[in-house]
């Protein structure tokens, strides 16, 4: 590791932070809210990845990007070994309806950030460093969480691809190519051998880091999470016209489920499973009609992969009971339900070490959000590396992050990325 490079990188935090801000400014939310809205694809989604590739070619970077808008940054001098595998870092961009400007966006800015410390440090990379943007990171869209870097890592094949659709109903593949993004979709599989290592900063998402007063968290273990939709079928009718004892009430069977959920979650022994029911659709909708049909969706995790699935099985049966006892029709389909990540231990060491070096405060920690890392790390060695959050908070309008906790992140990033390039 080259001393004089190491104690040279200087991290210029004003910058980065008026870069995310500026990067904040591409969203559909209305100011002066400081809430972002950026869904994949989107217009401003779109005018975001522009602005970020004119960031990357002016650090001197060459862009790539895949079939699918995989967007692969990449650092290679005089000097590097170009068809060595790669060090990679990186995020997304993407954000979720009335979300913050956090999430994401410090891996992937303060991945190009620590790219141009190294270069002012006179760092000379054995081997090519990439700042990746994962698409589609959010299930926002297509439901699917992590598309992207599903696609890349082979999880996600192309015929799957295709199967996704928004919620107009128009495919995934119609509007990747119509957002501009061109290619076959085979070619968005990466090679056994692209990176040697792959390190994504990012916020916590939790209390954790910021209640213990910790400047960095390296991550050991991503949850497994598993998306589930509901369809609850009853017989709808007159709201004045149906008695009580004769209806078949979708939503009223819907709710009873929806409260089993969260029974079947409390009362599980794992304090890392988390049960959430984020989107309700009701069947007509109308305020003087019997709800027919609702459709509800439920994103379950645990870093257990076992008791996750074990609560899934009594929330099946739970749900099941409920609709035989309601008189309604319940059916359901598991959209996704991925094996929880382990993390790479050599990288985990390698960032603790860079924080001892740096002189920040730091502890290992699971990741209870799920990260492009978490496929990632199905091909690659993989690590992640959390700052704290205010309070916790994100996929919120008030999501923030210290300049001084981006700082710490992407220094030790910088540092790890030296080292590991070496
Ligand atoms: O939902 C998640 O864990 C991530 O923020 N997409
Ligand atoms: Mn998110
Ligand atoms: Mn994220």
């Not at 950030?113 to 090519?128: C, F, K, L, V």
């Not at 004892?245 to 979708?250: F, V």
């Not at 990288?347 to 002189?359: F, I, K, R, W």
Request: aromatic share 6%.
């Amino acid at each position: 590791m080259n001393r004089a490079v190491m104690n040279e990188l200087i991290i210029d935090t004003d910058r980065l932070i008026q870069e995310l801000h500026e990067l904040a400014g591409f969203s559909v939310c209305p100011e002066p809210v400081p809430a972002v809205t950026r869904v994949v694809f989107s217009e401003v989604d779109l005018q975001a990845r522009s602005w970020l590739t004119s960031r990357f070619d002016e650090a001197g970077l060459s862009v790539k990007v895949d079939p699918i808008g995989n967007t692969y940054a990449r650092w290679c001098p005089e000097g590097c070994a170009p068809d060595a595998p790669a060090i990679g870092t990186g995020s997304h961009i993407d954000a979720i309806p009335h979300a913050g400007m956090y999430d994401g966006t410090v891996g992937v800015l303060g991945g190009l950030e620590a790219i141009r410390a190294m270069q002012r440090a006179g760092h000379q990379p054995s081997r090519p460093i990439d700042v990746i943007l994962f698409t589609s990171e959010e299930p926002t869209r297509f439901g699917l969480g992590c598309s992207g870097s599903r696609a890349m890592c082979g999880q996600l094949t192309p015929d799957k691809i295709a199967e996704l659709k928004d919620e107009t109903g128009a495919g995934f593949d119609s509007i990747r190519l119509g957002a501009g993004f061109s290619g076959a979709l085979e070619d968005v599989r990466l090679s056994d051998t692209a990176y040697s290592a792959f390190i994504e900063l990012h916020i916590e998402q939790g209390p954790r880091l910021e209640q213990e007063q910790i400047d960095l968290a390296p991550v050991t273990a991503i949850a497994a999470p598993a998306t589930i939709h509901f369809t609850v079928s009853g017989e709808g009718g007159h709201a004045g016209g149906v008695l009580m004892p004769d209806r078949k009430d979708a939503l009223n069977a819907a709710a009873l489920m929806v409260s089993a959920i969260e029974q079947a979650a409390l009362q599980s022994d794992s304090p890392d499973i988390v049960a959430t029911v984020g989107t309700l659709a009701i069947h007509p909708g109308a305020v003087n009609s019997i709800p027919s049909r609702v459709d509800f969706s439920l994103d379950l995790r645990d870093i257990d992969g076992a008791n996750r699935d074990a609560v899934l099985q009594t929330t099946l049966a739970s749900a099941q009971s409920i609709a035989e006892k309601r008189g309604v029709e319940l059916s359901h389909h598991v959209l996704n339900s991925d094996p929880p990540a382990q993390c790479d231990l050599y990288l985990v060491e390698a960032l603790s070490q860079a924080a001892e070096a740096g002189g920040y405060s730091y502890k290992p920690m699971i990741s209870r959000a799920y990260h492009d890392s978490l496929f990632m790390a199905t091909r690659f060695p993989t690590a992640m590396l959390f700052i704290p959050c205010r309070d916790g908070v994100s996929h919120r309008p008030d999501e923030y992050a210290e300049p001084h906790h981006i700082e710490a992140g992407v220094a030790t990033l910088a540092r790890t990325l030296a080292t590991l390039s070496t």
